[in-house]
Nanobody, 126 residues
């Protein structure tokens, strides 16, 4: 059974940093592309960052480019999202997700991901 467990969320001030973790079981991050999405209250879920199964490519949503960095450790089967220079508009529940197929491309659409974590809340105050 595939499980994704996020951690690292919290309440911070604008300009602070947070590092989210996503630990995966039942599927390896070395064969599945992984993504981070977020959903703010009353808004649709949006793509934040993704990393290809090979690690060769990453992608970011426009609103986080230059501030967020996605990375992974195949040996730990874990994906991270380093978030710097946080803004109040980054406030949301952040979800980790695993791509539908192994050895596939890197996608920004949430229907390309079939397993999701429970989410971790990030709150940024001004």
């Amino acid at each position: 059974q595939v499980q994704l467990v996020e951690s690292g969320g919290g309440s911070v001030q604008a300009g602070d940093s947070l590092r989210l973790s996503c630990t995966v079981s039942g599927r390896t991050v070395s064969t599945y592309s992984m993504g981070w999405f977020r959903q703010a209250s009353g808004k649709e879920r949006e793509f934040v960052a993704g990393i290809m199964w090979s690690g060769a490519s990453t992608a970011y949503g426009d609103s986080v480019k230059g501030r967020f960095t996605i990375s992974k450790d195949n040996a730990k089967n874990t994906v991270w999202l380093q978030m710097n220079s946080l803004k109040p508009e980054d406030t949301a529940v952040y979800y980790c997700a695993s791509g539908v197929s192994p050895y596939s491309g890197l996608y920004i659409d949430n229907y390309r991901y079939d397993y999701w974590g429970q989410g971790t809340q990030v709150t940024v105050s001004s």
